[in-house]
Every structure is written in structure tokens, then in C-alpha cells.
């Protein structure tokens, strides 16, 4: 079963202070609509929830002037044969309520609009149609500002500015369909607006994470490439490269061309993300390149290896029986432990994979240390990662506190101190829980330290 969310407490709360309101004035006038509006106000988030109030109350003005002067008209048209007309000029009146707000670009005050122009023309309780419009709006009035109060009532909580949270992105953060959901974007950015130390270890380029990150403001560099190079999202810069030596690379690629296999060499020149081929031996390289050229942060070179340039990883896309003999034939190659081989099958058939060679110290780990080195000085960080694939492991290990996805892979999970239902949403809200508890779960967490728990 679904848990009863924050907006269903909210919005009870905000409806049973727009009943005490109106038993407390002597029950004047009617609470229905008071809490109607409560209930359409209420936001799932605070950020927007002033905005969308001073809309309401624009909405609510609007349908009751209009609503003022239908009761107006309505006085010409005093006997019950005329109950057809009147519906009819109720139900077109909803027009220009709803029209007005659209003229002031507050479309979202529309439905308002409506609502309070039907709560003044059909349910009058007074003689007077300037008194019926007044208290209808008013009512309205005071259901959407207790809404918003609400909303906008947080309970204390405490921030453990010692904790570095780090997250992989596909399997993590990355929702496999939907990409990153609003509510994962929208909790991690109040997150990191209010000082919490985070970033995305991430198996893919930056050119590839830019494109899906969406509108999370992440002011730490993200690790990307497996753990091969660190960048600045914000200069769009490489701070840092594990890079392959040169004499490696020109071993690997003789050995290559000589078995007549094609390599995409991804190579750091200046910030600049080149990557050189040669002519394709299969569809599955030409599906990649066709896929990736169009990225505006990569830039695609037919040639040979560059004399100039930090080359951080060599990719070839093989049959898995390919990838099992060269990676055995490289390796007889790598007399220096120099090389880690990592395999990729998310994006290619079933008997295909994407074989990338690194240094060896191209991980998401090393890099995630060096991360820690250069943002505390002494400072104690308590590291907590989240990881579903291969290639979190390391730095799960590495952590202080590790959490598998739900997603995660069995061998993720065996390694991870704790487990999570979901991905995406289920990190933020873990990463809310751990950064920002609420006071009394200090006094929990000693007492469970006292027993022994």
C-alpha cells in the first residue's frame, strides 16, 4: 500500500484550522468554502506556494466581482420561469471569470476564478449580492491564506554538515524511463540550497550527464567516466584525469589495428572532450557514434592518436567472445598492472558490450578521495554512497555508510550496509532523513547507543 503523504496531513491539518476558525467567529457565514480552497491550494512543495496563493486571491477576486454582477442581473429577472436563463447566464458567465485570468498571464488562478463565481451566484445566503460576494471571497480568502501558512510550517531539524553524500546516476538517481523524477530534483536542490555536500559518480562522459541532469544545481564536481576524470559542471572544466600513459595507448592500438579492431580514444585537450575513430568494423560502433555525435560537448575526430592530450579511456564495442580474447591478449601486454577493464552491456544487444580500458586507477573511488582531499582540509567526513551497479562497488566499500537501490545488482546488495525499495526518489529521501533529522532523532540515536543497539 502507497504511505499517506505530507500533502494529505497538510491539507487535513489546514481544513480542520478553517472549521476552528469558523467555530470560533460564531459560526458565521459558510466553512465549505473555506475548506474547498484549502484543499485546491495546498502545494506538495513550498517553494511555489506564495505564487500560487497571490494567484488564488486574484482568481478569488475576479469570481467574486463577476459573480457581484450576475446577482445584479439576476434582479431583473425575478420569477421562477426565468431559473433556465439564469443557469444559462451562470454557466457562460464562467467565461470571462476564467478569460480575465488569462488576459494577466495567471493561468493558474483560473479554476479559482470559476470555483467563486458559482459559490456567489448559487448558494447566496443573503439578501444583499454585495454581502454575498463579500463573504464568499472572504471565506475563499481565508482558506487559501491558511493553506499557505500550512505549507509553509516546517518542523525543526538539525543538519549533519559532516556528511559527503555521493550517488551514481543510472540505476541511481536516474530513473531507467522517466529520467530524474521532479520530486528527486526538487528535494536534492532544497538540499543542496541549504549546504549539503553532494555529487554524482557516474560511468558516463559529462557531455552525457549534462544532457539528462535536468535542473539539478550540484555545486561539486561530479565524478564521471567511472572514476577517470573529475569535472566542474559549472566552468564546464576537467579538474583532475586518470589518464592512460602514451606508450600504453601506442602498445594497445598496434595490437588493435593489427587484429584490424576499430577503438574510440577519448582524449581531455583544454577542457575538450575529442574522440577519435577510424572506419567501423560493426553496426553497433556506427549506431554509438550515430547516437553520441550529436552532443554539443562532444567532438567526434577521424584520425590517429594525437600527440597532445590526456587519453582517459580507450572504448571498443565487440561481441562478448571479441571483448573475452582481447581483453586476454591486452592484458598480457599491461607487464605494469597499468590497465582496469570494465564492461558495459546498457546500451548494446544482448551479445554485444561496450569494453572500456582505463588506468588502473581510474575508479570511483580513488577519485572520490581525491574529491574529500581537496574540499576539507582536516575536516572528518562521514561519506554515505549509493550504488546499484558494478562499478559503485569500490566506492561502497570505501564509504562510511553504504545503500544498495532497489534496483541495485546482487553483488551491490551483498556489499551495501543498507537496502532501499526504490532509486531515484528513495535516495533523496534518504539523503533528507540523514542530512536533516528531525530533533528527537538525536535522543533516539543515543538511546539506541546506550543500550547497545
Given at each position: ?200 559518480a557516474t560511468e558516463r562522459t559529462p557531455a552525457s550527464l549534462l544532457a539528462d541532469i ?36 601506442k602498445k594497445i592500438s598496434t595490437y588493435l589495428q593489427q587484429k584490424g579492431i576499430h ?77 582496469l577493464f570494465l564492461r558495459d552491456k546498457t546500451e548494446t544487444p544482448d551479445n554485444y ?101
Open positions: 500500500m502507497p504511505k499517506i503523504g505530507m500533502r494529505m496531513i497538510k491539507t487535513a491539518i489546514a481544513v480542520f484550522i478553517c472549521l476552528l476558525i469558523y467555530l470560533l467567529t460564531g459560526k458565521r457565514g459558510a466553512p465549505v468554502f473555506s475548506t474547498i480552497a484549502a484543499m485546491i491550494c495546498m502545494q506538495p512543495f513550498v517553494e511555489n506556494s506564495v505564487t500560487v496563493a497571490f494567484n488564488r486571491i486574484i482568481g478569488t477576486l475576479v469570481g467574486a466581482a463577476l459573480g457581484l454582477l450576475v446577482l445584479y442581473a439576476f434582479r431583473w429577472l425575478p420569477g421562477q420561469q426565468y431559473d433556465v436563463v439564469r443557469s444559462l447566464i451562470i454557466a457562460f458567465a464562467v467565461i470571462p471569470a476564467m478569460y480575465i485570468t488569462v488576459i494577466f498571464h495567471k493561468t493558474g488562478a483560473a479554476a479559482m476564478a470559476g470555483v467563486v463565481l458559482l459559490s456567489v451566484t448559487i448558494a447566496p445566503n443573503t439578501a444583499s449580492p454585495l454581502a454575498d460576494a463579500f463573504y464568499r471571497s472572504t471565506e475563499t480568502i481565508v482558506g487559501i491564506l491558511v493553506s499557505l501558512g500550512v505549507n509553509m510550517l516546517h518542523v525543526p531539524r538539525r543538519r549533519r554538515e559532516e556528511c559527503f553524500f555521493v550517488s551514481s546516476f543510472d540505476g541511481g538517481l536516474c530513473e531507467e524511463k522517466g529520467g530524474i523524477s521532479p520530486y528527486c530534483a526538487f528535494e536534492l536542490n532544497q538540499l543542496l540550497h541549504d549546504g549539503m555536500a553532494f555529487t554524482i535536468g535542473s539539478i544545481d550540484l555545486k561539486l564536481p561530479v565524478i564521471a567516466m567511472d572514476g577517470a576524470v573529475l569535472f566542474d559542471l559549472k566552468e564546464k572544466r576537467y579538474l583532475a584525469c586518470n589518464s592512460l600513459s602514451k606508450e600504453m595507448t577503438y574510440f580514444l577519448n582524449v581531455v585537450l583544454e577542457d575538450v572532450l575529442f574522440i577519435y575513430y577510424r572506419d567501423f568494423q560493426n553496426e553497433e560502433e556506427r549506431r554509438l557514434y550515430e547516437r553520441a555525435r550529436v552532443s554539443p560537448y562532444r567532438n567526434y575526430l577521424y584520425g590517429d592518436i594525437p600527440e597532445e592530450g590526456e587519453i582517459v579511456y580507450i572504448l571498443l564495442v565487440l561481441t562478448d567472445a571479441e571483448a573475452d580474447n582481447v581483453e586476454a591478449d591486452i592484458k598480457k601486454l599491461d607487464t605494469k598492472g597499468e590497465l558490450c561496450h569494453l572500456k580500458i582505463y588506468h588502473k586507477n581510474a575508479t570511483k573511488e580513488y577519485m572520490m578521495r581525491r574529491l574529500l582531499d581537496t574540499m576539507g582540509g582536516k575536516k572528518k567526513w562521514q561519506v554515505v554512497a549509493f550504488g546499484s551497479n558494478k562499478n559503485d562497488l569500490s566506492m561502497m566499500a570505501a564509504a562510511d555508510i553504504s545503500y544498495a537501490t532497489g534496483n541495485a545488482l546482487p553483488e551491490v546488495k551483498a556489499v551495501a550496509d543498507h537496502h532501499l525499495k526504490g532509486n531515484g526518489d528513495s535516495i533523496a529521501h534518504k539523503m533528507l532523513r540523514l542530512y536533516e533529522p528531525f530533533y528527537w532523532q538525536k535522543q533516539e540515536e543515543r538511546r539506541k547507543k546506550k543500550k547497545g543497539e
